[in-house]
């Protein structure tokens, strides 16, 4: 079987099941509602998250898409109820998680992540976290 040509690589965010045909999707050169189907169906049970997307669109308008974790920013927010990351985090601080909500999102998004193990993962979210401006308590 011959490999398709790749015509372009995009990549974007959705709120899980809640992808609609637009110019972000425009730009990619899909068949947008049949995109949109195919990742509403595979999100369904992560609602209310967003969830970052890779679409490999392909010169005879198919497509292949991958889905990634939702942003640690994101469940950084959620984890210390704050609306939005501080503007300069060295001084202001705007919230605070514990260890164990740290290990918990490390966990999840060790997928996505250049790390060998849970600690390395809390190490990269940690980082995160601060330059956010939220603290990390004991």
């Known amino acids: 079987m011959a490999r398709k040509k790749v015509a372009k690589v995009c990549?974007?965010?959705?709120?899980?099941?809640g992808a609609r045909p637009g110019p972000a999707l425009?730009?990619?050169?899909i068949n947008m509602p049949q995109f949109c189907t195919a990742f509403n169906d595979a999100?369904?049970?992560r609602k209310g998250d967003i969830v970052p997307v890779?679409?490999?669109?392909?010169e005879d308008k198919s497509f292949d898409f991958v889905l990634k974790t939702t942003p640690a920013s994101v469940l950084l927010k959620k984890a210390a109820k704050?609306?939005?990351?501080?503007?300069?985090?060295?001084?202001?601080k705007v919230g605070s998680i514990t260890k164990d909500q740290l290990r918990e999102i490390a966990e999840y998004k060790m997928p996505d992540l250049n790390a060998n193990d849970v600690?390395?993962?809390?190490?990269i979210?940690?980082?995160t976290a601060r330059n956010m401006g939220?603290?990390?308590q004991d």
């Not at 990549?11 to 099941?17: D, I, N, S, T």
């Not at 425009?26 to 050169?29: D, E, K, L, Q, R």
């Open 134 to 136: 939220i603290t990390i």
């Open 26 to 29: 425009a730009s990619a050169g």
């Open 54 to 58: 890779i679409i490999t669109a392909y």
């Open 82 to 92: 704050v609306n939005k990351g501080s503007g300069s985090p060295k001084a202001t």
């Open 43 to 45: 999100t369904k049970d």
């Open 11 to 17: 990549k974007l965010q959705f709120e899980a099941g």
């Open 119 to 123: 600690e390395g993962a809390m190490k």
């Open 125 to 127: 979210v940690e980082g």
